[in-house]
Every structure is written in structure tokens, then in C-alpha cells.
């Protein structure tokens, strides 16, 4: 029988701290788990593509959740991506999380191979007669293949161990078409986010929360922004959701992803050590000036007590918006350029 708990709020995605050696730094990690719960996170997204799952071995993979659940003892749910690279072993991977009493897991469509919607619907339907846990979809057409809302609801309709999707493409007007296509028959039925920068009117138009990779740098924004939307506090969320795009394009875009995302949690006071894809000499220096473009914004929101290469906390100057919707048009018209957007 499916879970009745629905999956609310933001989960989230958080990346693994590595030693001097490019090994899973433990320590680091489980403080990195009490740091978010403590600051208001819903739950926690581990192997996820923040995580970065796959530059890790299958046994790190379990290993991670291991650890992640261990630390964060029941009081958060988890949900655990547990993608591997072909269903059989995604679903010993579902055996094993649903063994660590995690509460659902996450699996992306097929990657690598190019597949038509009736393969991926095959996919997930032999996932879903076999798995002892509850499904979330994944839906990111960057990475993998694209999970229409055909498929989504035939699904839904067919799986009940298939509780939710989160869907990474930023596209709204496709959310609004799955909740249409899929709410009537299934009201337990979660839908999630992982676009950041639309984190607010999704929640307004239907969604029931996020999997945002700026909760793991500012989970106090995060939860604030989610606050504030449902709150009706529309004013005050729009501001915040402002200042959350300001941060998440510099963290997205003026790095290799997550790079970003991974220099950012060093500011905020944790060892996140070096990511194990090589970096070139110009990009270790654009990470260097992107730290302390975080520096400023982070100080901005008052959570920097000692901002590096003298960014003033108290008069910071405002963030120019037109310039970063500049740099921000510029990146994506090159990726249009080379065919990623």
C-alpha cells in the first residue's frame, strides 16, 4: 500500500563533501545534514544531480544514503535518488533504501540512450510492479530522456507505488498541464520542482514544493520563499524569489555545474573540498572571482560574518540587476548558439 504521507515542501539536493584524497568526507557530510535540518529544510534530496550521483561508485552511492539517513535519524524525510545506469540494478537500489527506512526514492529517465515515450513508460511501469518503495519521477530533458505527460499520467494511473515527479525543466506551462492531467485521478499524487528560478509561481500554480539546489547554500531563503508564497504574502515572496535568482544564475552560470554550488557552501563555513571532475587552470581562477562575487551577495543577505576580499557587509551596494540579466541573456544565447537551450 502507498505511503499517505505526501511529499511537501523544499527537499534538499545536497552536494558531498570529499577529503584531500577525493574520498566522501563523513564527518563533513553528517554536519552538513544537521546544519540544513536545523535551518529549515522539509527534507533531504541525497544522489541527486547536485549530488553529483554519477561520479560515484554504486557502493559510494549506497554508501552516501547510509550515512545521510543514519544522521538525520527520522527527523526529515528522505528522498533518495537511486538511478543506475539500467533497471535492475535501480531496483536492488530500491530494495536497498526502502532496507535504510528511507522515505521515497527518485529515479531519472533512462540517460545515454535517446528513448521513445513508450520505452520510458516501460521503464518505470517494470520499476513500478517490483519496487518496495515509493517512486518519485525525474524528469530533466537536459540529462536524460523527456517523461511526457501522457506517460506521466498512464503512470499515475497504473503504479500506485509511483507517488509524485520532480520535474527539472522550469517549463510551467508543462506543470500546469501534468497537475491538470494527473490531479483528478490521483490526489495524493506529488508534484516538485527543481527549477529554483521559478520556484515561487509554481507553488502557485499547483506544485506541492521543490528539490532546489540553492536550499543547500541558503536553506533559510528557500524555506522563506516557500513560506512567504503559501502564506499568500505575494509582495514580500516576489522580492525574495528575486534575490534567490540573483544567487542561483551566479551559482548556474559562471561555473561548471556545481561547481558553483559547491564554492558557495564553502562560504558558508564548511569544507566542501575539491569535486572529482578536473577543472583547467582558467576555470580554477573563474571559481577564485566567483567566490567572491558569492562573498558580496551572501553578505547582502546577511549571512557572511567575515566577507573576504573586503566586500563591505553593512552599505553593500544593490546587486545590478541589469547588469546580471545581461551576463545571465548573454550565457543563455550561447548555449541557444551551441544548441543546450
Not at 38 to 44: I, M, S
Request: aromatic content about 8%; some cysteine; glycine content about 8%.
Amino acid at each position: 500500500m502507498a505511503h499517505s504521507q505526501r511529499l511537501t515542501g523544499i527537499f534538499t539536493p545536497n552536494l558531498v563533501p570529499l577529503d584531500s584524497r577525493g574520498e566522501i568526507n563523513e564527518a563533513e557530510l553528517r554536519r552538513y545534514v544537521d546544519w540544513l535540518i536545523e535551518r529549515g529544510v522539509h527534507g533531504l534530496y541525497p544522489n541527486g544531480s547536485t549530488g553529483e550521483f554519477t561520479r560515484f561508485t554504486v557502493d559510494e552511492r549506497r554508501r552516501i544514503i547510509e550515512i545521510v539517513a543514519d544522521q538525520t535519524r527520522g527527523r526529515v524525510p528522505i528522498l533518495a535518488g537511486a538511478a543506475e545506469a539500467n533497471v535492475r540494478e535501480t531496483i536492488r537500489a530500491c530494495e536497498h533504501y526502502h532496507s535504510l527506512g528511507v522515505r521515497a526514492v527518485a529515479i531519472v529517465a533512462p540517460f545515454y540512450f535517446k528513448l521513445s515515450p513508450a520505452s520510458v513508460y516501460a521503464y518505470f511501469a517494470e520499476i513500478g510492479r517490483n519496487t518496495p518503495i515509493d517512486v518519485t519521477l525525474y524528469n530533466i530533458p537536459l540529462f536524460a530522456s523527456p517523461i511526457d505527460v501522457p506517460t506521466v499520467q498512464k503512470l499515475s494511473d497504473n503504479f500506485e507505488k509511483i507517488v509524485a515527479i520532480k520535474d527539472s525543466s522550469g517549463d510551467i506551462p508543462h506543470m500546469i498541464r501534468m497537475i491538470k492531467a494527473v490531479r483528478p485521478n490521483r490526489p495524493d499524487f506529488s508534484f516538485l520542482t527543481g527549477w529554483d528560478a521559478a520556484l515561487m509561481p509554481l507553488l502557485l500554480i499547483g506544485c506541492d514544493g521543490g528539490t532546489n539546489a540553492t536550499s543547500g547554500v541558503v536553506p533559510e531563503i528557500t524555506r522563506k520563499l516557500y513560506d512567504l508564497t503559501l502564506a499568500g504574502r505575494l509582495d514580500e515572496a516576489r522580492q525574495v524569489q528575486y534575490d534567490l535568482v540573483t544567487l542561483f544564475d551566479t551559482m548556474i552560470y559562471s561555473a561548471e555545474f556545481p561547481e558553483g554550488f559547491r564554492e558557495a557552501v564553502n562560504l558558508r563555513g564548511f569544507n566542501m573540498g575539491v569535486g572529482r571532475q578536473p577543472l583547467s587552470p582558467e576555470q580554477k581562477t573563474d571559481i577564485a572571482s566567483l567566490s567572491k562575487t558569492l562573498q558580496c551577495l551572501l553578505a547582502e543577505q546577511g549571512f557572511t560574518d567575515q566577507p573576504i576580499g573586503g566586500c563591505p557587509v553593512s552599505k553593500s551596494p544593490p546587486v545590478d540587476r541589469g547588469e546580471i540579466e545581461a551576463i545571465v541573456q548573454n550565457v543563455l544565447a550561447e548555449l541557444k548558439q551551441r544548441g543546450l537551450a
